[in-house]
């Protein structure tokens, strides 16, 4: 499978932002959907995830609350809303497909096994 993340781009603290991964190759039905990023200078760190079944999520602390993801099946696509975004979720995003049925499992990088180009985000003061 083929991911493509788009959506990236430059917005002020407290703004919104959506991002889009979008696969080619199979469909996304019955596949697990990350978005991790990583800051300059910072390892790369887990932040959201929409699970195989279509029907759970897991979040990372930093951004439970303020994002959201999402499938649309007919589109094949996985969005990640991102509301009141801080200085500190500037980062390039990465999207990635999981096989993995355990929940816990989608917050470790490892679990993911096609990862799509990064799309950058800049929040700004």
């Known amino acids: 499978v083929q991911l493509q993340a788009s959506g990236g781009g430059v917005v002020q603290a407290g703004e919104s932002l959506r991002l889009s991964c979008t696969a080619s190759?199979?469909?996304?039905?019955?596949?697990?959907v990350g978005w991790l990023r990583q800051a300059p200078g910072k390892e790369r760190e887990f932040v959201a995830a929409?699970?195989?079944?279509?029907?759970?999520?897991v979040f990372s602390n930093s951004v439970k609350g303020r994002f959201t993801i999402a499938r649309d099946n007919a589109k094949n696509t996985v969005y990640l809303q991102m509301n009141y975004l801080k200085l500190e979720d500037t980062a390039v995003y990465y999207c990635?497909?999981?096989?993995?049925?355990?929940?816990?499992?989608?917050?470790?990088?490892?679990?993911?096994?096609?990862w799509g180009q990064g799309t950058l985000v800049t929040v700004s003061s």
């Open positions: 190759g199979r469909t996304l039905r019955g596949v697990g």
């Open positions: 929409s699970h195989r079944s279509g029907s759970g999520t």
């Open positions: 990635a497909a999981s096989a993995s049925i355990i929940y816990s499992s989608l917050s470790n990088e490892n679990a993911y096994n096609y």
